[in-house]
C-alpha cells in the first residue's frame, strides 16, 4: 500500500444539517413513487444501494449497473440481496435504462431528480450510497 497515492479529503459534508433536514422531512416528503419504492424492498428485506445525481459519463454508471447485473445472477430467484436505486437525470439516463433492460435486470430502478432538501431523507433510507466515477487518464 503506497501511502504517497493517499489522499485525505475532509468531509464536506455537515452531518449535523443533515439531520436536522432529515428529522423535518423524513421520508413522507419524498414523492410517493419513490417512498413506495424505497418501503417495498425495505420489506422484502434488500439492502438498498443508492446512487443520487448526475447520470453522465463521468460517473461511469455502467459499471455500476454490470455490477448489479452480477449480484442478481448470484441471488437468483429471490433477489432479495439488494436493490440499487438511480435518483437523477442526465445525458446517459436513456443508455443505462436500455443497458438495465438488455440485461433483465430486476434489481435496478430509476427515478426522477428529487429537491435538494429532500436529499438528506433519501440517503438516510439507503443502507449504501454509490459514489462512482471514471478513471481518468
Known amino acids: 500500500f503506497d501511502t504517497g497515492k493517499l489522499v485525505f479529503i475532509p468531509n464536506g459534508i455537515d452531518l449535523a444539517a443533515f439531520e436536522r433536514l432529515y428529522n ?29 445525481g448526475g447520470l453522465s459519463s463521468q460517473n461511469d454508471l455502467e459499471v455500476v449497473i454490470k455490477a448489479a447485473a452480477l449480484l442478481q445472477s448470484r441471488t437468483r430467484p429471490a433477489i432479495a440481496g439488494a436493490a440499487f436505486l438511480f435518483v437523477g437525470d442526465g445525458a446517459e439516463k436513456a443508455k443505462l435504462m436500455d443497458l438495465t433492460k438488455r440485461l433483465c435486470l430486476e434489481n435496478v430502478y430509476f427515478h426522477p431528480p428529487i429537491p435538494r432538501r429532500l436529499v438528506p431523507s ?3 433510507a439507503a443502507d449504501y450510497t454509490i459514489l462512482h466515477v471514471r478513471k481518468s487518464p
Do not use: M, N
Not at 422531512?25 to 443520487?52: C, F, M, N, S, W
Open 24 to 52: 423535518e422531512h423524513g421520508l413522507h416528503d419524498l414523492p410517493l413513487t419513490l417512498k413506495d419504492l424505497i418501503t417495498r424492498q425495505k420489506e422484502r428485506g434488500a439492502k438498498l444501494i443508492v446512487y443520487a
Open 122 to 124: 433519501l440517503l438516510k
